[in-house]
């Protein structure tokens, strides 16, 4: 991924075909290592074409990924009762409980002794 970077920031800096020293000297710029063998593989991989349309492209390729975070929940089936919401609320109480106690063994840094 850095290496990728790398060679977008040298892009971005108005080198339309970087070579492998401007993605090292970018590197070593920030104290990050350069391995040859990749920075070789990556320039043959992106060797003319342009990066916009990569970006482009990835970028279209990953609207399609799902992403998690906000998953549907199913509706239960017509005629079954939904009686699972009821203990998910008795978890949380036990949470918020736990929690307090948890406070009670952690000490303030900020009260003056």
Request: hydrophobic residues 40%; without cysteine; proline residues 5%.
């Amino acid at each position: 991924m850095k290496l990728v970077a790398a060679y977008m920031l040298a892009v971005l800096g108005g080198n339309a075909s970087p070579s492998a020293d401007d993605v090292k000297k970018i590197l070593g710029s920030v104290g990050a290592e350069a391995d040859d063998n990749r920075i070789e593989l990556l320039l043959s991989q992106l060797k003319g074409k342009d990066i916009t349309d990569l970006v482009a492209s990835g970028k279209e390729k990953l609207a399609s990924v799902p992403s998690g975070g906000s998953a549907a929940v199913a509706a239960p089936a017509a005629g079954t009762d939904a009686a699972a919401p009821g203990p998910v609320e008795e978890k949380k109480e036990e949470k918020v409980e736990e929690e307090d106690e948890e406070e009670d063994f952690i000490p303030n840094i900020f009260d003056e002794e």
